[in-house]
């Protein structure tokens, strides 16, 4: 438990630290933040940092065996509208407890967060009965991946403009820390319904269905419902360093309220699977135990860190830059934010790893890391720019998705199946609590309008892996191809 919890906290400050330089460096030189609000910042990163490092151990150790265990009960019950119906729950109960939702939902004036972290729900419980049915049936993935993203573009003619950055952002966001290795663990279960062995494609993919499945929800949800006012954030009047620790106290037990009812839904479940179908020992209900704890604890401190001191801080820093620096340092600064946040993300190492080890180390690790920093730094960059000119977000998303489709074509199955799952590795817990923020911060200081201009900076960040992917998954074919020769 030690060495795995020194691993955890390992890859956490690789997380975060760049970050913590980047705030640092500018506060110095060009956009000094004030004594306190530093003060707050760092303090949080620090919590931020611990929050993750409890969370994820949490999840290896609780959420990943309870996503294993339910899903091979339901394999097991060989009851197909069981399945279907219970995978349905499963996506909607998962989504709710997602922390990065939960983020994006309060930043997002004019409608209620109950409404928003629902709708998206909702579309990932579909998305994933999806999945599920495309894995039992057989059905290509880019096949569907293909209709589901030109269904998205038809809707994105009759949803508002102020929405529609907001619903390219929620898939985005909603394929978080919690969803990503609980959905994984549950579909290697699912998988072996068909009962023959399980193909490398079937173990990609399923992310990406939860990605497009929030955006398909929202762009509906858009023909009803329109954001008002400016940004939901708030920044905090820190006289004194006492104010800091009252600030972090006040707030505390109102995250301990939200995380409680986010993560009791799906522990229920787990407690009627125990007690009807998987009655494991009790070592094995002890050590989900612990984990549950973990996974409570690094949430709470995850989401008072990230809105307390972290957003706050991203804000902020956006907001001096438009104000004392020329606009190209903001562009500047988002591409090099870009590049160094995708370079730490833990889970980033991960593909790497993989892909460097189907493609038998034809795509060297390395080399892929580095494709996907330039990619992520290059978004982030053209949503800075987007601040500027007003650009809309589907001049990039539409040509982005549909080159990614058109690769599909011509690239190996797997490496379509890993690239659009990329997306949801990219844009990890600093994309929403920082990235964003410090998009929406420049945005307002320029007079934009944040709904349309500042929003959509996560989706890009999703994007931008899925072409570099599908890219490299060009030239490992044509690698191999050669090698025939």
């Known amino acids: ?14 997380s975060v630290f760049p970050i913590v330089v980047i705030v640092a460096l500018l506060n110095f030189t060009v956009a000094p933040m004030p004594l306190y609000s530093m003060f707050l910042f760092l303090f949080s990163a620090l919590g931020l940092t611990l929050g993750i490092t409890l969370f994820n ?9 309870i996503g294993e265990y339910i899903g091979s009960a339901l394999v097991k019950s060989k009851n197909l509208l069981l399945i279907v119906s219970l995978t349905f729950i499963i996506g909607v109960i998962i989504s709710i407890a997602e922390p990065d939702l939960l983020v994006l939902a309060g930043q997002i004036n004019g409608i209620p967060d109950s409404v928003i972290i629902l709708t998206v729900s909702i579309g990932v419980g579909i998305a994933l009965v999806g999945a599920f049915l495309r894995i039992l049936f057989q059905i290509p993935l880019s096949r569907i991946l293909t209709g589901c993203y030109l269904s998205a573009f038809a809707l994105s003619g009759f949803t508002g403009k102020s929405f529609l950055s907001i619903a390219y952002e929620s898939g985005a966001v909603t394929t978080g820390p919690i969803m990503v290795p609980f959905i994984m663990a549950l579909g290697l279960g699912l998988a072996a319904v068909r009962g023959d062995k399980t193909t490398e494609e079937d173990s990609f993919g399923l992310i990406s269905f939860c990605l497009i499945g929030p955006i398909l ?10 954001p008002s006012g400016g940004s939901a954030l708030s920044i905090p009047h820190l006289p004194s360093l006492t104010h800091v620790f009252r600030l972090y106290l006040a707030n505390i037990p109102e995250y301990i309220k939200q995380v409680a009812i986010a993560l009791s839904p799906m522990f229920l479940l787990f407690i009627v699977f125990q007690l009807s179908v998987l009655h494991l020992r009790r070592k094995k209900l002890l050590k989900i135990l612990i984990g549950t704890i973990y996974t409570f604890l690094g949430l709470v401190l995850f989401l008072t860190s990230a809105n307390v001191g972290f957003m706050p801080a991203g804000y902020q820093l956006g907001s001096l830059l438009v104000e004392y620096a020329p606009l190209w340092v903001l562009v500047l600064v988002g591409t090099i934010a870009g590049y160094f946040v995708v370079a730490a993300e833990p889970a980033v190492f991960v593909l790497k790893e ?13 080399t892929m890391g580095i494709g996907l920093s330039i990619g992520v730094a290059v978004s982030v ?4 720019l987007r601040i500027i000119t007003g650009i809309s977000l589907l001049y990039l998303v539409i040509p982005g998705y549909t080159l990614a489709l058109i690769l ?5 199955h797997l490496f379509t199946s890993i690239a659009f799952d990329s997306g949801a590795v990219a844009s990890g817990p600093l994309a929403a609590t920082f990235l964003l923020p410090f998009a929406i911060g420049a945005c307002e200081t320029m007079g934009g309008n944040i709904f349309t201009d500042a929003f959509g900076i996560v989706a890009l960040v999703a994007m931008t892996p899925v072409l ?8 490992y074919r044509i690698k191999t191809k050669k090698a025939e020769k």
Do not use: H, N, Y
């Open 217 to 226: 929800a929202m762009l509906i949800l858009g023909l009803f419902f329109q």
């Open 381 to 384: 960059g053209l949503s800075m």
């Open 408 to 412: 599909a074509l011509f690239v190996p």
């Open 354 to 366: 993989q892909v460097e080890e189907i493609t038998e180390g034809a795509i060297p690790a390395r």
């Open 1 to 14: 438990m030690t060495k795995l919890l020194w691993a955890k906290c390992k890859e956490s400050v690789l």
């Open 57 to 65: 151990l949490g999840v290896d150790i609780s959420l990943m065996p």
């Open 468 to 475: 570099t992917i599908q890219c490299f998954g060009l030239i």
